[in-house]
């Protein structure tokens, strides 16, 4: 699929050299690497090599994403795996809502990725539950991104299509349907007060993801869009200790 619409302007996706080991770092629906971007230059500061793709569809125009699939968007989550792997000696994954979805689908075909970190997965969003199986309307207003610190602007759309939203609900049981077969260390950040997607999907993944190591770790001060909110610097934090703990377990 050949998107139509120019990249809106601080979306595009972004790649920071560092050492040997990489972080992919992947926005949600309706989102762009601008969501995730002051994660990815704190973690480019601390040495990592970073990238944060694009996913198909998104930071254009609605009715591009229209004409894509979430296989489209998975697609591009995987160029951006290999594109690091083929950089770095160990690679992890970083996946904020439905972008933490598709890092599980990423986690069960390469059981190599060293570690995964899910922002506030997406295994469901009941304000969309209304529209299974509906064929109208064809567009759907958005409301504002979930962000609690005020002035803070995503890039994002206005609307969406019904049948982007459909590709969202399909993706998203896919990956519940997966968790059993994903064996990856991860670490699981989760927005007490979520108003997309409920808490409960992040137990539901610890629960039952056939991972020995895994960890939640709640987040008091963040909506949804966790990796723009007052959390950030934790998330940050947290993850550049669950890397390096993992790097010390491999080499003892």
Known sequence: MREIYPVLEGAESFYLEGNEVGLLITHGFLGTPQSVRYLGEAFGK????????????????YKDMEKTTHMDWY???????????????????????MGGA?????????????????????????AYDYLI????PQYIPEG?????????EEITYGKVSIR???????????????LPAIK???????????????????????DQIGSEQKEILPLYNSYHVASMDFDQDKIIEK??????????????
């Not at 982007?164 to 997966?178: N, V």
């Not at 993850?239 to 003892?252: C, G, L, P, S, W």
Request: net charge positive; charged share 20%.
């Open 102 to 126: 598709l890092a599980l689908w990423l986690g069960k075909k390469y059981p190599d990725i060293n570690g995964l970190v899910l922002i506030n997965a997406a295994l469901k969003v009941p």
């Open 144 to 152: 504002e991104p979930d962000i609690k610190r005020s002035g803070v």
């Open 239 to 252: 993850t550049h200790k669950f890397v390096q703990n993992m790097r010390i377990e491999v080499y003892a």
């Open 184 to 206: 990856n260390p991860v670490l699981c950040f989760k927005s007490i007060e979520d108003h997309v997607v409920p808490a409960e999907c992040t137990d539901y993944i610890a």
């Open 75 to 97: 697609a591009e989550m995987e160029k951006g795996y290999l594109f690091l792997r083929e950089r770095c000696s160990t690679v992890y994954v970083v996946g904020q809502s």
């Open 46 to 61: 601390l040495g990592y090599s970073v990238f944060a793709p694009r996913l198909k569809g998104h930071g254009t125009h």
């Open 164 to 178: 982007s939203i459909h590709e969202l609900q399909e993706a998203m049981a896919k990956t519940s349907a997966i």
């Open 133 to 136: 199986g509906k064929l109208s």
